[in-house]
């Protein structure tokens, strides 16, 4: 039985705006699911709605088998994390984190075993006779998540909780949040963030949010090996997977595509005979071009470049005038500037697209 089962999940305001329809979703005990999305997609709502603080207009949510839409937020076993660490500013770190515990009327013996537990898993021990102003904007992050440890929650909810860190202390606090899920192993977590770098990271599995649905769902190496549509292929990946709409021209186990912009690229997708003449847009990421003679995919003049130190971004003009294709090449290659160049790409890294969707056979 899942920990934690959506079905036909919606969310409707004033009775004709919808922002979420048919969420179909089972977490697993243990599981770290992020959800991810573009702004407004609705993934910190669908996270509302498990939390119980806002009302789940249609479906049902099962936590553990028991139908959840009307018990109230106290009575679900679930603690949430913030964006805003929301402490007590005159409270120490101790009370902070004995406060729901107090209010629960738990034994005092209970409440500091709890506290120490949490301090020890996160690392507080030597703060837990500080106030929140003393400490550091990821130690109150953590004193946060410890208010949720102690109450030993049977899911665990985290609503971007590292956007108000600097980048540097994200960053340690990514891998803080990653150890304490380590520490945690039967714990269930549900993330939501913006940053596909904290979802790749952290997540044992990804929830793509989109159009009021979700688009895909997959552990983090499949939404960015094998996209089942444009727009996962677009959302994960930085720079974004580059499209070039072409027509097939030979189809088998492998598949030859004419590109409009010149060039022809090759997939070791398979295609069916009556694919012959498909018009398609070919996926290929950035990370995945490689500078050669051979087997040219696409050859355009570099308008700009950007040098990162380990890698170089080379944004490449289209002679159909199209969006630039933007190659990422190991190395600096600032000499590139105004020079054409000719990419070429692994077939096995080269997707395709028919209206919208992946033309890949699904696994299975």
Partial sequence: MAELKLTNVAKTYAGSVDVLRDINLDIEKGELIVFVGPSGCGKSTLLRMIAGLERITGGTLEIEGDVMNDVPPAQRGIAMVFQSYALYPHLTVRENMAFALKIAKKPK???????????????????????????????????????????????????????????????????????????????????????????????????????????????????????????????????????????????????????????????????????????????????????????????????????LGEVTLLYVDRPDGGDQLIAKLPGIHKDLRGVAVKLAADPAKVHLFANGQSLRPKAG
Wanted: glycine fraction near 8%; charge should be negative; charged fraction near 25%.
């Fill in 109 to 307: 013996a209970e409440i500091d075993a709890a506290i120490g537990r949490a301090a020890k898993i996160l690392q507080l021990e030597d703060y837990l006779d500080r106030l929140p102003k003393a400490l550091s904007g990821g130690q109150r992050q953590r004193v946060a998540i410890g208010r949720s440890i102690v109450r030993d929650p049977k899911v665990y909810l985290f609503d971007e909780p590292l956007s108000n860190l600097d980048a540097a202390l994200r960053v340690a606090t990514r891998i803080e949040i990653a150890r304490l899920k380590e520490s945690m192993p039967d714990s269930t977590m549900i993330y939501v963030t913006h940053d596909q770098v904290e979802a790749m990271t952290l997540a044992s599995r990804i929830v793509v949010l989109a159009n009021k649905g979700i688009a895909q769902v997959g552990t983090p190496l499949e939404l960015y090996e094998t996209p089942e549509n444009e727009f996962v292929a677009q959302f994960i990946g930085s720079p974004a997977m580059n499209l070039l709409p072409g027509q097939i021209v030979a189809t088998g186990a492998t598949t030859t595509i004419a590109l409009d912009a010149g060039g022809t690229a090759v997939s070791t997708i398979p295609t069916r005979p009556d694919q012959q003449g498909l018009r398609v847009n070919v996926g290929v990421r950035p990370e995945d071009l490689v500078q050669s003679d051979a087997d040219t995919l696409f050859e355009g003049s570099v308008d700009f470049t950007e040098a």
